[in-house]
């Protein structure tokens, strides 16, 4: 396997979509803002661990279960059509996370964000049934339409950190024509479908 190859695995794995959404939770609760110091540790590690189980390992279990039962031949998912049930269940479980977490009172962004990911991976599903979206620019999308959201609505300097996000998203995408798994008009709708998905949903829908 070339070197360019296998970085673009490395680049794919580390940025996958399962982890996506809890990353963009650490990042939030990292800030220097009023909000991270509004919610007591214990309330941070709650929200984090209901969002990794129900959007990482909750889905990983359900592919798996599913190429067992003969659903699916790859838990890659790189044929279009084997992505429609596991996008499904995804969205059903964010929405759980969602309800589990209005059962506590947390600032309106993190419920946002939880109904932001619902959304895309919705979107996602749609767009799926007749062209292949690239699922790993969505996600770097919604993260990015995030992070510029929090940015302007908690009024605080995350210009470094937003210029490692482009970074970031510009690796990722091409890692991903690299593996052929996407062409780019595939990555830069998935990308665009994400960051607009979130700064509508945040900055004019919220309010």
Same mark, same amino acid.
Not at 139 to 148: D, E, H, K, P, R
């Given at each position: 396997?070339?070197?360019? @190859?296998?970085?673009?695995?490395?680049?794919?794995?580390?940025?996958?979509?399962?982890?996506?959404?809890?990353?963009?939770?650490?990042?939030?609760?990292?800030?220097?803002?009023?909000?991270? %110091?509004?919610?007591?540790?214990?309330?941070?590690? /709650?929200?984090?661990?209901?969002?990794?189980?129900?959007?990482?390992?909750?889905?990983?279990?359900?592919?798996? !279960?599913?190429?067992?039962?003969? *659903?699916?031949?790859?838990?890659?998912?790189?044929?279009?059509?084997?992505?429609?049930?596991?996008?499904?269940?995804? =969205?059903?479980?964010? /929405?759980?996370? %969602?309800? &589990?977490?209005?059962?506590?009172?947390?600032?309106?962004?993190? %419920? *946002?964000?939880?109904?932001?990911? =619902?959304? !895309? #991976?919705? &979107?996602?599903?749609?767009? @799926?049934?007749?062209?292949?979206?690239?699922?790993?620019?969505?996600?770097?999308?919604?993260? @990015?339409?995030?992070?510029?959201?929090?940015?302007?609505?908690?009024?605080?300097?995350?210009?470094?950190? &937003?210029?490692?996000?482009?970074?970031?998203?510009?690796?990722?995408?091409?890692?991903?024509?690299?593996?052929?798994?996407?062409? !780019?008009?595939?990555?830069?709708?998935? %990308?665009?479908?994400?960051?607009? #998905?979130?700064?509508?949903? /945040?900055?004019? !829908?919220?309010?």
């Amino acid at each position: 396997m070339k070197i360019e @190859t296998r970085i673009a695995s490395l680049l794919s794995a580390v940025l996958h979509p399962l982890v996506m959404p809890t990353l963009g939770l650490v990042i939030l609760f990292n800030l220097n803002t009023h909000l991270v %110091y509004s919610l007591p540790g214990q309330a941070k590690k /709650f929200i984090l661990l209901i969002v990794f189980v129900n959007s990482a390992i909750a889905p990983i279990i359900s592919i798996l !279960l599913l190429k067992k039962a003969g *659903f699916i031949k790859d838990v890659m998912l790189d044929e279009r059509s084997e992505r429609m049930l596991p996008l499904l269940l995804s =969205a059903v479980y964010f /929405f759980i996370t %969602y309800f &589990l977490l209005r059962k506590v009172s947390l600032p309106s962004i993190i %419920y *946002f964000y939880i109904i932001g990911a =619902a959304l !895309l #991976v919705l &979107l996602s599903l749609l767009v @799926t049934y007749r062209w292949k979206i690239s699922i790993h620019m969505v996600s770097m999308g919604g993260v @990015t339409g995030f992070l510029i959201s929090i940015a302007l609505l908690l009024r605080v300097d995350m210009d470094f950190l &937003l210029m490692i996000t482009f970074l970031a998203s510009g690796l990722l995408a091409t890692a991903r024509v690299k593996l052929n798994a996407h062409d !780019l008009p595939q990555v830069f709708a998935g %990308y665009a479908m994400g960051v607009g #998905v979130m700064l509508i949903l /945040f900055l004019y !829908l919220r309010g």
